[in-house]
């Protein structure tokens, strides 16, 4: 039976009804609805509002609900949603009794219950996800302080740095990351049950008493925002869209470092498949499919955007498009974040070609201009200096390690200790200033992430 049917005389049509129906996706609201269901009925029962002993045998009767529910014994079907069910249930159980337990609500402020809730759970396991992954980069990081590797920009070899200072910086990412998730729980977080349609209710609610039950921070101020306002779906979503496009850069990295021109590291068995027709190949599907994935997440969010965009005060029901998006982008942010850090704790990272890399690319000409600065040449001659250096080596096949002290001297003023200048070791160690890659510096940096992993939730 419809909850709305009594001012109908005829059936509604059946694929209009398949249409406006919500249950195939929404039934996954089930523990939430059940769970917001029984702080609304003990608040009824306290309050006065329905009998004690209804409000103790609808709890009961929930309680039963849940545990089939969860047990296999009870199909979620034939209803409109998951609100709807439940309460059909309820009162296919216990009779008239059953009809008492949305007394002070509708499905407005109860739909947005709901969503809070699971959203709330959802934010968590997010969290707890993310700090996986930092903990991993970080022990990862702390492993290679001294495995040195070329810093690129434009994609192209930049400086000497470290793989730990590379690897810290999608750290510090992932750690605003969960910043955000933090946030939007916060906002998650605010109890819109006893808002009514949109106009709150003439029953001697006790909207504390039921924010206490559920964990709710506070309540909502405004019965209109609190069952129009889907900000909260649009926070998580936008979290999860941003951290999904830090998942697609480390990716994208992966998928270039893993080729043969790179060899920088090397996927593991369990994170790569192979070709059909290709003997030779070992592909990082796990990488595309993260960095792929990131346009769906993306999708969920403009999706949500969309929706809200033109709707006027108060509920609509284009609202209903919102569990699609959320279970969609939670369900994709969490698989890959699973499969993301374990790929990493199996990757294995080729110290001796980054270092070959390093060394080959040109990485230490800002030290050779540096080296002339110390000797009172301006900066801006320097680098004109060492540019000219550069094209040298290019057109005689010479590194800048490989060259003799002679040629270096055919275009400045240098001695012996250019070679101690450019060694990479060396000039990593120089950049001490707070945010560099020289081991004291990098040190700094995971001391300060470990204190923030111990915050996050």
Known sequence: ????????????????????????????????????????????????????????????????????????????????????????????????????????????????????????????????????????????????????MPAFTHLQKAQPTTLAHHFMAYAEMFARDAERFAQARTRINVMPLGSGACTSTAYPIDRGMVARQLGFDEITANSMDAVSDRDFVIDFLSAAAIAMMHLSRFSEEIIIWSSDEYRYVELSDKFSTGSSIMPQKKNPDMNELLRGKTGRVYGDLMSMLTVMKGLPLAYDKDMQEDKECVFDAYDTLRACLNVFTALLGDMKINKDVLRRSTDGGFTSATECADYLVRRGVPFRDAHGVIGRLVIHCIKHGKTLQSLTLDEYRRFGDFDEDIFDAIKAENAIAQRKAPGGPSPDAMRAEIAAMRDKIKSML
């Open 1 to 148: 039976m419809k909850l709305w049917s009594g001012r109908f005389e005829g059936e509604i049509d059946k694929a209009a009804d398949s249409f406006n129906s919500s249950l195939a996706f929404d039934k996954r609201l089930y523990k939430c609805d059940i769970e917001g269901s029984k702080a609304h009925c003990a608040m009824l029962g306290k309050c006065g509002i329905i009998p004690r002993g209804d409000a103790d045998l609808i709890i009961k009767t929930l309680d039963e609900i849940l545990a089939d529910i969860d047990g296999g014994r009870l199909e979620i079907a034939d209803a409109e949603d998951i609100h709807s069910f439940v309460e059909n249930e309820l009162v296919s159980r216990i009779g008239p009794a059953g009809k008492k337990l949305h007394t002070g609500r509708s499905r407005n402020d109860q739909v947005a219950l709901d969503t809070r809730l699971y959203l709330r759970g959802a934010a968590d396991d997010i969290l707890g996800l993310i700090k996986a992954l930092v903990v991993r980069l970080t022990d990862i990081s702390e492993a290679n302080l001294d495995t040195v």
